[in-house]
């Protein structure tokens, strides 16, 4: 069994984001291949978001301890709680750094004895650099799109019409406020022929309520509902020519960008900000701008409406990369070989042989005239 754990005392939301839809994706295809997953949540009993994934098994422990009673490979999502586990635990590190201090020392204590896996070569450096770690010892499994974005039809495009789509988060480190001063440079705010769409995604948050009331008074904006399926998501950028991800790089670094490979098997455009993990995510299809600057978004934009519809051939090449088939091929690979010592494993190991009692020295006697080296033991 290999069991996912949530983040404890949080339900499992569908259609919020990439970490959600890397660990029921990657639980999907595990069992698909026969191989027992689940998703493991902590203090929320049946109300842990299961009913949204009735595909997907779910388990749900009372407390973080009990986590140490689990079977099998145990994976924590994003929170490196410091509990022990029955065998070598693994941590999927999602989410860039803390940025404050009084943070840090969660993040580098429930590190110390995990078997790391950032999800782009960014993050792993990222890491590494944090928790001061050779870089080496951190896995690389790339997040994926689930098969229906490469095989979604595409509608008709409107003669003249360009359709641009933000489907992040409604939150700032999204690029979301990047996004709305975009909406006033004169070379987007007087081109009758570009339209522009958000969902609602992250609206069950107290910033993005703030959010989505911004954006529904903007006449330069349509807000829809957010998409909580696969699927329902394909459709949604289907019907879209360009996707968007000013992703904010003063504060926070996209470790990668589902986002991006997603809108690019469905056969978008990207214009995403030139930071983190976002360069890695290119697929034939990203236009990669100067992050924090509406202007450099709006040329971003204008490139790829240029550019005219994103060839068929490029969508097709786009979807035989970032496969949740390569993803999980990669993570069984990383179960599989030996990991590197963790390091409170040899700080551990250096504390004992400190403690280790030192050998008593040798004594010198005299034997036939000369000089011999004889243990005291002797």
Not at 57 to 69: C, E, K, N, R
Not at 250 to 268: D, K, L, N, P
Not at 306 to 326: L, M, N, Y
């Amino acid at each position: 069994m290999i069991s996912f754990i949530w983040s404890p005392g949080n339900p499992l939301p569908a259609g919020t984001g990439g970490s959600e839809n890397y660990t029921v994706g990657q639980v999907r295809e595990l069992t698909r291949r026969g191989i027992p997953a689940q998703v493991v949540t902590i203090g929320l009993g049946t109300g842990d978001g299961r009913d949204e994934f009735t595909d997907i098994p779910f388990l749900s422990l009372p407390a973080v301890a009990d986590i140490g009673a689990l079977e099998g490979t145990v994976v924590f999502v994003n929170e490196p709680h410091p509990v022990a586990t029955r065998h070598p635990a693994f941590l999927i590190l999602h989410n860039p750094p803390p940025i404050r201090e009084e943070q840090k020392a969660f993040a580098v204590e429930g590190t110390r004895d995990r078997a790391l896996i950032a999800t782009s070569r960014y993050a792993a450096e990222l890491w590494s650099a944090y928790l001061d770690v050779d870089v080496e010892t951190i896995n690389v499994v790339y997040p994926f799109a689930e098969p229906c974005f490469a095989t979604q039809p595409r509608p008709r495009r409107v003669s003249g019409k360009t359709r641009v789509l933000f489907a992040g988060r409604l939150s700032p480190e999204k690029g979301v406020y990047t996004l709305l001063e975009t909406l006033h440079i004169d070379i987007i705010e007087q081109d009758v022929d570009l339209t522009f769409t958000a969902t609602t995604a992250g609206a069950d948050k107290p910033q993005g309520k703030i959010i989505e009331r911004l954006l529904g008074e903007h006449p330069g904006i349509s807000v829809v509902d957010t998409c909580r399926t696969p699927a329902t998501m394909a459709a949604l950028m289907a019907d879209h020519d360009i996707v968007v991800m000013p992703s904010n790089s003063q504060y926070w670094h996209e470790t990668f960008g589902i986002v991006s490979i997603e809108a690019q098997h469905s056969g978008c455009w990207v214009i995403a900000s030139d930071d983190g993990g976002l360069p890695e995510t290119d697929c034939g299809g990203v236009m990669l701008v100067k992050p924090d600057n509406a202007e450099a978004l709006a040329w971003g934009i204008r490139e790829a409406v240029d550019s005219g519809p994103f060839p068929p051939a490029a969508r097709q090449d786009a979807g035989t990369r970032f496969t949740v088939e390569q993803s999980v091929d990669t993570l069984l690979r990383v179960f599989a070989r030996p990991q590197a010592i963790p390091p409170a494993a040899i700080v551990r190991q250096l504390e004992e042989l400190v403690r280790a009692p030192s050998a008593e020295a040798p004594v010198r006697t005299r034997q036939g005239g000369g000089l011999a080296e004889l243990a005291a033991a002797e």
